[in-house]
């Protein structure tokens, strides 16, 4: 194979990176789609194809990668800050032409600059092996909103919260573990890992919410349903914080993707809450559309058994008795002519077989892999939100779903935008990390706001601890840290 300068590896030129804030929110278009080059002979085209499924997937497991600077063969972080600022102010084609095209620094070290570690398979490789992994980073890199570099404190994150008056919040399951509730992409405790443990008929754990299987065998869902199912009253003081930015007059919209619907127990009020995938507040007929509240088939639901629309079976109860088809000795039907009742019978016949329709199965209105997200989402976010926010706080989430994963970008990058769960996100570039246990962040954000948070799990004798600001000026690590009341003797 003939070798290729870097640049003509990339799937994303210059000018083909979507302009800010002009994405539509679904169906992101895929840029791959035009990145054939029309330069390659019918030689090269076969050889260098676009980049194929294995390699993106190969790079998301290595994409997101946090280094030390220390490790040999790594970029350290005055020389990431460097490569990254220059791929900004040059473009891809003069940085490749800047750095790896004249040998100023491999390919392999330079994927690290954009927090992708090379991939251990091509160790040993020479370093034009690693120019797809690299284009990939680069035009990653390059559709990331800038940070605000005037936002790096916990202090500038309190006084963005005091002063603000129109705040996205936008929510993942982070928010809602404090509960026993698991979140989804744990490693050993997450939902998905958990499943992988059980003995169901699918490949992946994410296809127990696909539309796909539910319709090939709503059983499945069901026989988790029952267990993730939350019946209760109960909310964290993450959502009491939510609550208060609402009763303060601050909350623009919060964004939900959880299903667990314990934002309407803390008194989100409907119209400021969008719940991105659905919820089990209600629940669908699959066959007749009939609405109910979601707690009408809890019961059926928590009994693992699947829930039937009533509706459908008092129509049903109601029309004609089920009828008899008459069989062929060899199993087959006979033929059958529309219209014409002479094909059935009630008389008894050893090789008779009944036509007994079946109630339609109650859907929860929670939003499967492979349907729509509600119209309220974009409705809200394009109509109504987008030009009012004026600080985004994203909370528990690792933002991984699209198209949710897409609101952070699309809205306008001069917003601040504040980032609290328990590890940082590379794909996202954040003004603020703030990173620990939603609960105890939350908590002390309140605090040094003197906003009174009241809930039972919060203990006026806990402080935090707060590490970090050093390698990453706006990465602060929240530690809670217990005070014994030590009692005086008189």
């Not at 914080?241 to 601050?250: P, S, W």
Request: one cysteine or more; hydrophobic letters at 35%.
């Amino acid at each position: 194979m003939k070798k290729r300068p870097l640049a003509e590896h990339q799937p994303i030129l210059e000018d083909d990176v979507v302009a800010q804030n002009t994405l539509p929110l679904v169906n992101v278009p895929d840029p791959d789609a035009e990145r054939a080059s029309s330069d390659l002979s019918d030689e090269d085209a076969s050889d260098e194809e676009s980049i194929d499924s294995f390699t993106r997937d190969t790079f998301e497991q290595l994409a997101g990668g946090q280094f030390s600077g220390a490790e040999p063969g790594i970029c350290t972080l005055e020389e990431a800050n460097y490569f990254r600022q220059l791929l900004r102010e040059v473009g891809p084609v003069e940085f490749c032409g800047q750095t790896v095209e004249t040998g100023t620094i491999s390919a392999k070290k330079l994927m690290t600059a954009f927090g992708v570690r090379p991939p251990p398979f091509l160790e040993g490789q020479p370093d034009d092996a690693y120019y797809n992994f690299l284009s990939l980073a680069i035009s990653r890199e390059l559709s990331k909103r800038v940070k605000l570099l005037r936002y790096n404190t916990v202090d500038d994150a309190v006084n963005l919260i005091e002063e603000s008056r129109n705040i996205i919040v936008l929510t993942g399951a982070g928010i809602s573990t404090s509960l026993g509730i698991p979140d989804f992409r744990s490693k050993n405790t997450g939902l998905y890992a958990m499943l992988k443990e059980l003995d169901l008929d699918i490949e992946d754990p994410q296809d127990v919410f696909s539309i796909e299987k539910f319709t090939e065998n709503p059983s499945i869902f069901f026989s988790v349903a029952k267990d993730i199912l939350l019946e209760t009253d109960r909310f964290t003081p993450t959502h009491a914080f939510i609550h208060l930015l609402q009763q303060k007059g601050k909350l623009l919209t919060n964004y939900t993707q959880n299903i667990d619907n314990i934002e309407a127990a803390a008194g989100i009020l409907p119209e400021k809450l969008i719940q991105c995938h659905g919820s089990f507040a209600t629940a669908t007929c699959r066959k007749c559309g009939h609405k109910v509240p979601g707690d009408a088939i809890y019961a059926e639901i928590k009994s693992g058994s699947i829930p039937r629309c009533k509706q459908c079976t008092r129509s049903l109860q109601s029309g004609r008795p089920a009828l008899k088809r008459k069989r062929s000795k060899n199993g087959q039907d006979k033929n059958r002519r529309r219209n014409n009742d002479d094909d059935f019978s009630d008389d008894d016949d050893d090789d008779e077989q009944y036509d007994i329709p079946e109630a339609g199965i109650m859907k929860p209105d929670i939003t499967f892999f492979g349907e729509q997200l509600p119209d309220a989402f974009s409705n809200r976010l394009t109509g109504h939100d987008k030009n009012k926010v004026d600080l985004v706080i994203v909370i528990g989430t690792s933002l991984k779903v699209a198209p949710v994963s897409e609101v952070v970008p699309y809205l306008p990058a001069h917003v601040p935008q504040v980032y609290i769960s328990m590890d940082p996100v590379s794909h996202v570039n954040f003004d603020i990390d703030l990173l620990g246990q939603c609960d105890v962040v939350v908590a002390e954000l309140c605090r040094r706001l003197g906003w009174k948070l009241d809930h039972p799990m919060v203990k006026d004798h806990r402080l935090v601890d707060i590490t970090g600001g050093d390698q990453y000026p706006s990465r602060h690590r929240f530690n809670s840290v217990e005070v014994k009341m030590v009692k005086k003797s008189l």
